[in-house]
């Protein structure tokens, strides 16, 4: 069955062998099993700590949770009230449809409109739908933001990211293209520009990248992902390695060592949305393994 609708959760499969399960809680895919053109079998592409909670109590620590309308300590006005990172990944979200089912791929849309909860602490009107699609290779994240004020109501103003946990040997993992893009150094507490051709994380690395190039190399000895955007013109690099991920309480022991944040998201300065105007912001990510696709 292609689509499965659990109680907490959604499983989808495609007719070639791939799958992902998305927890209603925050959204989050916390696993995507895909093979690849040199490596057909499915395997996990995605990192979930072996600490981490998927019974709604906490964010989950992997996978893809979804970050809206903050990244990071908020640090606009309208944001205040809210907690790192925001509250999309700490919500409830309704199923709503199937979208597409055939063998090019399945399809699901998730909704999150303001409950009593978010709206004590985030008051602007939104709806967010997100839509998740498995393809044989590949698996997509739109993010539908739509600001359903009156027309006498103002913008809102947000940031929106995608928290990629992908699966990777860190002291092994390369990023590119990033060279000559400015960043700022979160560990450092420095802006930079980066000098380097492919950035590893084998050191403590929290790297928040702006008007990046859109389309990004994750590779390894014999693994790869690629990730390519629309919209989304930042990108964060994250690994905290044993200085910082030792100090995670849901971080398994040494789970550092097994995943490289590549975030794609609108992270440097704030979306502002007109009332009835959506924004959307969304990745493809493809399982290369090493081939790097030529378009
Ligand atoms: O995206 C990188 C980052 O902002 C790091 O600074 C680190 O805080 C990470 O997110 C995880 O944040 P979390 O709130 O999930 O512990």
Redesign the pocket.
């Known amino acids: 069955m292609p689509v499965e609708h659990l109680n907490d959760r959604i499983l989808l499969k495609h007719p070639k062998g791939s799958s992902a399960e998305i927890l209603l809680y925050g959204a989050s895919v916390i696993s995507w099993k895909s093979g690849s053109i040199s490596n057909p079998a499915p395997q996990e592409r995605l990192f979930v700590s072996g600490k981490s909670a998927l019974d709604g109590s906490k964010?989950v620590?992997g996978g893809i949770?979804v970050v809206f309308p903050c990244?990071?300590a908020p640090s606009h006005p309208d944001h205040a009230k809210l907690s790192?990172?925001g509250f999309a990944r700490s919500e409830k979200w309704n199923f709503g449809v199937v979208v597409m089912d055939n063998d090019a791929g399945v399809s699901v849309r998730l909704t999150l409109l303001p409950n009593e909860g978010i709206k004590e602490k985030f008051e602007q009107p939104f709806q967010l739908d997100y839509v998740v699609t498995l393809a044989e290779h590949q698996l997509s994240t739109d993010l539908h933001v739509k600001n359903t004020g009156l027309s006498t109501a103002g913008p809102i103003n947000f940031q929106a990211l995608f928290?990629n946990y992908i699966l990777a040997p860190a002291n092994e993992v390369l990023v590119t293209p990033l060279q000559g893009v400015s960043y700022h150094d979160?560990v450092a507490a420095a802006d930079k520009v980066e000098t380097r051709a492919a950035v590893d994380v084998r050191s403590f690395t929290?790297s928040v990248y702006e008007n990046a190039p859109g389309k990004y190399q994750v590779t390894w000895p014999g693994g790869g992902v690629e990730v390519r955007t629309q919209h989304l013109k930042d990108v964060?690099v994250?690994n905290?390695q044993k200085e910082a991920g030792s100090k995670?309480g849901d971080m398994e022991e040494g789970g550092w060592e097994k995943y490289v944040?590549v975030?794609p998201g609108y992270v440097r300065g704030f979306v502002s949305l007109a009332t009835g105007e959506t924004w959307t912001g969304g990745q493809v990510i493809t399982v290369t393994d090493g081939l790097t696709s030529k378009v």
Do not use: L, Y
Request: aromatic letters at 12%; one cysteine or more.
């Open positions: 964010a620590r949770p990244f990071g790192q990172h928290h979160k929290d964060v994250w905290p995670i944040c975030e």
